[in-house]
């Protein structure tokens, strides 16, 4: 069982106000560990995380690039495990800001390197990338963790230049005897839905967004496919990816974490979906129209999915939730936030639900 690995255990959540962040914070609390999260003041909903933080044990403000904030965190706490979420997340504001993009991305991430090498930190660290570390082809079998890294566009080029940034940490420094108390691994995943995230232009919240007000969802690309997974599926494949770090295997290596092809279907699909399940608030078939939004300039991939054989074959991990029940997780929060209702409660009731299926997948 996971609490067996996890409870009393510092756990160092970076990120931890945003959307998965959120999420990881409370399973990481429900499996018993001590949560220690840093994140800059930008939340992604204060009504959400302000529920949520009276639980943790310990909630920082500041910026990972603030190296002596950062540097005393650390030798405060002594964290048995590292989640390292924080970063400039959307491609869309990537566009607008790209130096900030990558210097935040680049430079957060640098000192918490730095700093495991320096302090020869005891950690099991899961660095969280993205899928769109992976250069884009159009790739219709999944891009396996071997394959070639890229970005075309600036927030895609961040994540895969902290990939070369990681390989080149682990193979100088902590596959060596002097730094090997700090066991790294990389996560990649991508299209996470689920309760919770409040964050702009994005599908799911600006749906709601505009369902709350009565009004259609103007959707930019009906037709571009993702491969859409429930918010706790990936965060409990990080989970036992620091478990097996913990244990002393898959030091170095890169996961995929991304659901079967049954869960691949384009925006209009997974708008219709969401609306079946949305009636409360909104009329079935009063869903969406299609619209470009205005100063958008950037393209945009129509197909981005990732083979997750090898997180099936060493972790045991692997998404069962089918799409359908992806979005009626998804809805059901919604729902019950715009009722202004206990949302911590209800949200840990989701995970209790998950976790109990999960482990009867187990």
Known sequence: MLDKTFKNKKVLITGHTGFKGTWLSLICNNLGAEVIGISKDNINNKSFHNSVKRINKFNYYFDLRNY?????????????????LAAQALVHESFINPYETFHNNFNSSLNLLELCKKLKLKTNFVFITSDKSYKNIEKKTGYRENESLGGDDPYSGSKASLEMMINSYVKSFFESDKYKRTKLAIARAGNVIGGGDFSQNRIIPDAYKYWYQKKKIPIRNP?????????????????????????????????????????????????????????????????????????????ESTLLQLNSDKALKKLNWKCFLSIDQTLKYTADWYLMFNKQKNILNFTQNQIGDYLNEFYSNH
């Not at 002596?68 to 390292?84: A, G, R, V, W």
């Not at 708008?271 to 950037?298: C, D």
């Open 68 to 84: 002596k904030k950062l540097e005393k965190t650390l030798l405060i706490h002594k964290p048995d495990f590292i989640f390292h």
């Open 223 to 299: 037709s571009a496919t993702r491969p859409w997974q429930f918010v706790i599926e990936p965060l409990l494949g990080y989970i036992l990816l620091a478990k097996k770090l913990s244990e002393g295997y898959l030091v170095g290596e890169s996961f995929n974490f991304g659901p079967k092809n049954l869960n691949h279907i384009n925006t209009k699909t997974l708008i219709k979906k969401l609306n079946q399940f949305s009636t409360q608030l909104v009329p079935e078939n009063f869903f969406y129209e299609i619209k470009t939004k205005k100063n958008i300039n950037f393209k």
